[in-house]
């Protein structure tokens, strides 16, 4: 993700990165040149200008049909941040509510707990990705437990089943009743919930027809725009063709750089420092004499 | 479900499948000979043309109607989708918050458990095709609750039986409290839940009365089309009326087909796919003698 | 409410019933009178002509407040149906949830639960209507409870209450603790809690200035567009001020029809479809003996 | 409230009261009497129109920033209307889920309950009018008791001390366990839980800087309307302007009306009658010889 | 926050304080200046007017695209503002639940418990300023505590910490079970999901994409309409620019006003007025010898 501050106007203007300018150079180019040929054709051939009461008409809905699709792209973003957040409050939520019970008294269990659950961020993280990964804090873990967790079918599941057997095992050896397990247990249900939406973000684009139906008539828009320009723009209905396109098509790639927030580009969620902040976090309830792992 | 990529934006520019070509074809075909006669007759028997101002000020309220209805589709399509993943959601946490009291102490009735559980999404997802089916994993179960599941008035309801019942067998064995019994069947409970959104989406479309205006609005504004075209685009009306109506009568029916989105179309979700997910992550749960069935 | 299948366009295109131009015919008749007197007026009497820009000016903000309106009242039309999806899902999950502490052991109580779960969406659809009605499925209650039920100040509040009543029976006698029957009874407080939120739908309408400006600031728009589309359009505009305001009074008609969408009308929800579902899923649940009531 | 029958389309027509005439003719009459100056400056001094293209371009952002504030205010009203509802919902669940404990076997305390929690809607309705009232039944609770919770620094939290209170009592005394206590003030924490929210709308209007931009806006495109119009409406935009300002700030002010809707308003929320309704649920569910008040 | 009377129209019109003006004045300026430069190269160089169709054409995307993006701004202004309602809730229904078991039999440990839940809020708001501070209320508090709290990583966290042990003290010392501690400490759960919503909103500006693309068309529009309306407004065309450029600035620079609610600016939320209201409330709620700390 690109930091910014959103009250200066000036600092990102001209940002190539991040700005979706080289995804949608090609299309751009490939428009352009396209009016130049019209309107070559139209001066030096024969005229084909057409009225623009067309575009006119049928530019409220295509402008409402791209826009909404954009804001939908943003709404499956700000759902992933949510989900991400709530990963980051019920980490937290364990650690605390399991801290009265086990901290003092079982201080080994503990930490075992709050590392594994330091860990399932970042398995989810990298189970997004199509990775397989750990992250740092599992030093102190049992290997044979980490190897297991780190080659299982689902990496994340596996994580949480042992969040779930170390609270099994805190009301075996008696620190709470079993009441009080499945209340800590809610926690790592909704951290699976939290992981289950964001795997189906991440597995459902937008329905192909209305993704391709937008696509087919923004080329259409486009491609027809130079015939309603040329006749009041003259050689200017190649710029003009030019400023729209870059808007519209702009507005579409939005729509497909957020819609899938969990990658590593920069219009992706920051998911590594996130993680890194629930690491701090977490780390930083741990009785003092095993608190940093480095 | 089609899957594509959506920075890809050549790969199914083209495709006929799944793009409602041929689901609009038959409109479009009426609307440009409708086009075609219109402007034949204005050329060659009388002049029959009308200015476009009554087009201009309809159609911000008709491209407002007409996104609108397609966004409500979306809506159903993505709350469909998140049916779905809470299903899949709810059969993890089931199958992971029962392992720490059964896997090890009662592995058979563990077993039976899952299988029941992967059991419910193909299930759930047949009779929302009208069909009782129990998918693959019931070669393990007792046949005569198998048979009597699969011929229940409601098949999924009586799977979810089956579940409670292994759960309620789980405490009386004294694997666990009553609490504990309860709070597991909260899954089971959200189970019925989300398949109860499924039913409620699959059997109530869009208000009848939203439908049949807004189709009629369309025909209306198509059919007057040729009319406010013919002056300024001639003969070049029929092919303006023919894009204008690909355009409107697309928005329309991407809201038909992602409305209903539990059918085996093109763009409808992947429920087979989902159920194999299911199966696969509960299954690798399972002690490993039990794991696979095949 | 009508069943239609929306891929099928022809086929209730003609339809009167359920497409609200009983409705709005009068308005339209008004109109087009008027539209009529305003284009004799100006070609005999004197020009009475004006630009059509107000009416371009206005649309806008017109067309939004028309089309929002009519997504608000879809919102309610739907918030409505989710809830009768909930009543659904909570008599289900009532019936699934108890059987397996009562099915066995204590018939009779079980059967009393469930028919008296069968009897509350019966009451909270007649409640809606403004009628007191226990439905079909009360010969084998006591008859002294259905006839106080049946005459309560709120019928369903009373047959709640029963439920309550059955499951602390069940508590009383022993099948299950405190702790089942407070998680049982969530399911009666969630049904509670669907019926309030159908009877806030039913009680409230979209605020009055809301309704009372969107409908003075249509009839100013209508009554003025045979002045704005007389010179365009000479006598064309009394077709075009119909086609107009058939369009943008049928936008206004479907909100009114959908907001609130208990009653019996031909765009209201199908309660007594749902309660006949409800009833054959529940029944389905009780022991065999006991099943069918007729 | 007014109560209205949306079916009917010319009952309220004509309506002062509740159409917001009263609190916009200010603004439309100096609307009126400038663009009377104007045309007037126009036709007799010097001529000062200028084209309409910039209210065209400026019109649909305006238009649409206008629409979803009125938008946002109804969300803001709907959302009131939720929250009494949820209050009307956990009085009732409160009053039902206590009463198979309290009703039989301790009927004194059952009435305390009861009567508490009736009181509590009139408290929180008089709270957010900023006054301190306890409604009618408050006569056969302790008067000690009823005097200090009308003088709280918080009324209805004092009454929701007085329920939990209750609640816990009726634990002492033997009547149900903490777990049921605990359940039981759930519904007492949901009632915290919304009097906070409709708290949380009274307190916070809409963003200063939203309301401003919106206004300032309103006003130059409307003040600047009569010289787009003069040059074609001549004498006539005197009246197009009085229209057009007569719905966009007829719009504005929608969004003012119900924004904060637990006044005494027209178009407020009826929390008299919401309290009423709540009393006579609840009262009917008494013990009979407890039942009315009067 | 600036509190304001939305019913009254005059008062803040000409506020500059809040009102953005000072944030937009020099994007005015240089549009201005650009578009009189223009303006005089057109009249006393050579003519460079263009059309006003490409501003038509783009103008709804663009339209539709700001107030979207304002839109989004005011639901997270909204959705923080729902947080900060919830903390207010949960800290009363904290203090409200537990004074039933604590505030007769143990008052030092309520008085604790309260205290700290007072500091939860200051602690949340200096957090999302990016300070750490503990508020007013810390002087009966253990000063050692107290300094730990304020040093700790995350010091809202540590807060809950010591809610959640005077909690768990309440179960030690036989107030309560186990069962109700953990039903209390939900409420300390929901107060750590609701800062995580905040810390959520403050660290996610809308997406880098969104926000740049949004701002280069902005500029685009905003840059070329001189050229555009130079031919029809001559001279004029300067005051246009400044007035179309004033209105869509400023409904950008809403959105950027809002989309982060919890500084200090006009236009954020009352945070510190919210933390003295709940301090307010729950000190009121102390037996009285230990009300009000001054």
Known sequence: MIDYDPHQWGHHFFDLKGSMVREIVGRLLVVTLWATGVVAFHHHVQPIGIPNIMHGLVGVALGLLL???????????????KLWGGIVNETRNLARASSVFLRERDPAL???????????????????????????????????EVRQAGTAQHVALAVSQRMSEALSEGRRRGHYNEYTQMALDQNVQQLIDYLGGCERIHKTPMPFAYMVHLRRALVIYCGSLPFALVESFG???????????????GIEEIGVEIEDPFGTDENDLPLDRICGVIQANLLALLPSETARPD
């Open 67 to 81: 826009v909404f699709r954009t804001n939908s792209s943003y709404d499956r973003f700000w759902e992933g941040r």
């Open 110 to 144: 503990y930490r075992t707990l709050v590392q594994w659950t330091v860990v399932f961020p970042y398995a989810a993280a990298s189970g997004l990705r199509g990775d397989k990964d750990l992250g740092p804090v599992t030093a102190q873990l049992p290997p044979e």
């Open 235 to 249: 050689w200017g209905a190649v710029v003009a063709t030019f400023f729209l396109s870059y808007v519209f098509f």
